[in-house]
């Protein structure tokens, strides 16, 4: 079987693989459907009818409420929420040569968080708390690439160092609830477990936006990215100057999972374990970033549809749900790597 | 058999698509070539051999650009080689490392595949040329019904073929292989050099590090042996090795005879008195 190829002409040639596509379809569906049970089920659903009517502005009452406030904010960040994260997963995981190299287990997360929490409650006016969440990111980020010694290169490393920065920045967050009141613990611990419950259009809007200018910026990578899984030296030696890869890859992941922390707070597992089914789905090489995309998206929009409807996980914070059945995919995977010797 | 001193015999520019030029190499400040410069004969089969940690890789990773001198210049073609942009560099000169990566879950077809990304543009990711060179690349290490099985499924020897092949959809020129015939069984290690004297004689200019000092005898056209960072000697591996350099360089006592089967000089450990 030979490569297919999309052909245009003297100036376009891309490869397809129909199993890719086919896939990419499915999830697209499957997000499809989700998205339709989300605004339909449960005592304040729309009913299927009314959807349309709703979705495009043209109700009144319950529906346009129910719509516009409570589920079509919460639904649509979820998607792109889980659209970021899942491509971030995809890309540390291969600049890493990794499955754990994930920003859930490098301390990223944890870091969005402490900075969410320090700028959110702790010193309040300051930056907004989307921007605190990219503070605390990019300053865990930084302390993993210098605790390391030599930056990203080393996965082994970067894993230990990013554990203990995960440990550092939770630690501060600890912190932080002792210092503010009750009520604002309650709404903190809430967003640290990572929840899409009350999100606004606006935090909509931030979500979509990062989404649509850093997942182009990661495909432009992805070519050389994928020459980078067969080591540093064979990529250079290739001409994909894995350096500077590295660099730009790590910047747009770091970029996507800290929009997604900043609106859906840090939702576990997602960016974990979304790449490594799309991959086994696929049963090819690469970053497979759309896919991974679109399996972030599925994943996390379904576990919030559970959250809200299912009997025995009602309003549970959805990062609760995630974490549920990411940790015990998280054991699987040290354990396979345990046993290749590969951690 | 003293290490000319500066290639091109007489000071001049040297007249080989690929020279290095006083190259002084480090990992990290730790100097590893103090001060070295080679020519690599166009059209010939040039073997670096030398004991562990004496600078054979580094030499090649500098060569290709996969490391940056401290100090000194590689020529490609008579210019420095960091002055091309690095896919133009890699459709001229085709590295394959000691360790290469096999991605999870890759095809063969997909793992040569990607030998084409110097001529590949972004809109234009996959032609028929490229559909082409990979097939040739397939042919001609013997592997085209491997093409659709997994990389991970393959033996040591299928695999470094595989390696190989990648490396040959690159299209270069100039082949530089590192250590090609480590970790394969000795069938498979005349397998891999039979193929890499094959494509020596299709008109390709192949350097490779070995280890084994009579495979390098029987299969370079040029011998370089190095030692502690520097090159002591470098010809015809029936003039330049000698017991004394042998001795000299690794420290084994030893005698030479002539390969039964090709005539070229094979080394015999001395019994120790």
Redesign the interface.
């Known amino acids: 079987m030979s490569v297919t190829a999309l052909r245009a002409g003297d100036w376009l040639s891309l490869p397809v693989r129909p199993r890719s596509v086919i896939i990419a379809c499915a999830l697209a569906v499957g997000i499809i459907v989700v998205a339709v049970l989300s605004l339909t089920l449960g005592r304040l659903g729309i009913a299927l009818g009314d959807l349309a009517p709703a979705i495009l502005g043209q109700s009144t009452g319950p529906d346009a409420i129910v719509f516009e406030v409570l589920r079509g904010p919460r639904l649509t960040v979820g998607i792109a929420a889980g659209a970021a994260f899942g491509a971030s997963g995809a890309l540390f995981q291969t600049v890493t040569r990794n499955p754990l190299g994930s920003p859930d287990v490098i301390g990223l997360t944890s870091g969005a968080a402490a900075g969410a929490a320090a700028f959110g409650l702790l010193w309040t006016g300051i930056l907004p708390l989307p921007a605190g969440a990219l503070v605390g990111a990019l300053a865990a980020m930084a302390l993993v690439w210098l605790g390391t010694g030599r930056g990203f290169s080393s996965p082994a490393r970067m894993l230990l160092v990013g554990i203990g920065v995960s440990a550092m920045a939770l630690a501060f967050v600890q912190y932080v609830i002792t210092r503010v009141g009750l009520q604002q613990a309650t709404v903190l611990a809430s967003f640290l477990s990572g929840s899409l419950a009350s999100r606004t259009w606006g935090d909509a809007v931030i979500i979509w936006v990062s989404v649509a200018v850093l997942l182009p910026c990661a495909l432009l990578t992805s070519r050389r990215l994928q020459l980078m899984e067969m080591g540093d030296e064979q990529a250079d030696a290739l001409g994909a100057r894995s350096g500077a890869t590295r660099g730009w890859v790590v910047l747009i992941a770091i970029g996507l999972a800290t929009a997604g922390v900043s609106v859906a707070g840090p939702v576990a597992f997602i960016a974990l374990t979304a790449p490594q089914i799309a991959r086994r789905l696929t049963r090819s090489a690469g970053p497979n970033l759309v896919l991974s995309a679109l399996m972030g998206a599925w994943l996390l929009a379904l576990a919030d549809l559970l959250t809200q409807q299912s009997p025995f996980a009602v309003q549970l914070p959805v990062g609760v749900l995630t974490a549920v059945i990411g940790g015990i995919y998280l054991g699987y995977l040290l354990v396979a790597q345990w046993k290749k010797g590969t951690v | 058999m003293e290490a000319s001193a500066s290639p091109g015999g007489h000071g001049g520019q040297p007249r080989s698509r690929l020279a290095a030029l006083g190259l002084r190499l480090a990992y990290d400040h730790r100097v590893v070539v103090p001060d070295l410069s080679v020519e690599i004969p166009d059209g010939g089969f040039t073997i670096i051999v030398g004991p562990n940690a004496c600078g054979k890789s580094t030499l090649l990773?500098a060569l290709?650009?996969?490391l940056k001198p401290e100090a000194g210049t590689v020529l490609l073609e008579g210019a420095p080689i960091d002055t091309y942009?690095?896919?133009?560099?890699?459709?001229q000169l085709?590295?394959?490392?000691q360790?290469?990566?096999?991605?999870?879950?890759?095809?063969v077809?997909?793992l040569v595949?990607?030998?084409r990304?110097?001529h590949?543009g972004?809109?234009?990711?996959?032609?028929s040329a490229?559909?082409v060179a990979v097939t040739g690349a397939l042919e001609s290490t013997a592997s085209t019904e491997l093409a659709?099985r997994y990389v991970a499924e393959l033996s040591g020897g299928q695999r470094q073929r595989v390696w190989i092949a990648m490396v040959l959809a690159?299209q270069a020129d100039l082949l530089l292989l590192d250590e090609p015939t480590t970790f394969l069984d000795i069938a498979h290690q005349y397998e891999v050099l039979e193929l890499c004297s094959r494509l020596h004689a299709e008109g390709r200019t192949l350097v490779a590090v070995l280890h084994d000092l009579n495979q390098a005898a029987r299969y370079a056209t040029n011998l370089v042996v190095m030692k502690a960072g520097r090159i002591v000697a470098e010809g015809d591996p029936r003039e330049v090795l000698t017991a004394e350099l042998v001795e000299d360089v690794f420290g084994l006592p030893c005698v030479i005879i002539p390969d039964p089967e090709a005539g070229t000089p094979l080394v015999v450990a001395k019994v120790p008195a």
Request: aromatic share 4%.
């Open positions: 990773k290709s650009r996969t942009r690095s896919k133009a560099v890699a459709r085709a590295m394959l490392p360790s290469p990566i096999a991605p999870e879950s890759i095809t077809r997909d595949a990607r030998g990304y110097p590949q972004l809109l234009r990711q996959w032609t490229d559909e659709d690159q």
